[in-house]
């Protein structure tokens, strides 16, 4: 965003800082849903058994993710969200 500065390290990104999380908390990859629309949350989106790229993510981080999700403007999240709690697809496994 504006005025902001992205440091980009390499080996170092979301999906360590996730694995972590899983790793302390017992939590499989297939347990995990994360949303992304940058290029720094493409490790992040393969790393997770359920990965939703926003509708205006770039292609690449669309390639990395297995689902689309809607955009933030038409509550994009807030669907998917609603999805896993109702057990609906592709959660109903």
């Known amino acids: ?50 990965s939703f790229a926003m509708s205006h993510a770039s292609e690449a981080v669309a390639a990395a993710a297995k689902y689309r999700a809607g955009s933030n403007n038409q509550e994009g999240v807030l669907d998917i969200i609603d999805s896993v709690l109702n057990n609906e697809p592709p959660f109903n496994i």
């Open 1 to 50: 965003g504006y005025g902001s500065i992205d440091l980009i390290i390499p080996g170092v990104h979301k999906a360590n800082g996730l694995r972590l999380l899983q790793q302390r908390w017992g939590i499989h990859d297939s347990e995990v849903v994360v949303f992304g629309d940058g290029g720094n949350d493409i490790e992040m989106l393969r790393q997770a058994g359920f």
